[in-house]
């Protein structure tokens, strides 16, 4: 496998995908698009302003098309929101990609997630119960983030796709 392929980070809010997917960008010399970022350029907001505003249905279907957008462009890193796993679309057009899952145990995802206000309230066994099959469909590696760091989700992904290590650590 080479580094001309998207790297797509995939798991529950609080999982670390846009850190460990920085750092994997750095790594393979690209850039890396976030799915906050995307929806704070495109609509002037991150997720949970939006969702308050527009509604939640709004919110999953501007995070599916920044999916979408970057899949169809040059090899990025991105960090895409979970909800886009829920859209047929999104999971087809994953197939192309190379699909990193970083996952922890509930209640670790749930402490994450009250350490920032850009995140809309949700209970993290709730979404788990929605989109773990989906999760479970589309990745190619698995991390636990509840023993691993953002530098072993990193390397992990490197050897896994057959590349060269980052030793800047």
Known sequence: MSKNKHVVMIGLMGSGKSTSGR???????LLLSDSDQYLLDKHGATSAPIAAREGKETLHRYEAQ???????GPPKVIA???STLEIPE????????FVVWVDADDAVLRERMHTSDHRPDYDPAAMRARRERYFREVADLVCDVGVMAPEQVRDAVLSKMGLPGDDRD
Do not use: K, M, P, S
């Open 80 to 82: 895409a929101a979970a």
């Open 23 to 29: 750092l994997i960008a750095e790594a393979l010399g």
């Open 90 to 97: 999104v999971r087809a057009a994953l197939g192309r990609a």
């Open 66 to 72: 920044h999916v979408l957008d970057e899949l169809a």
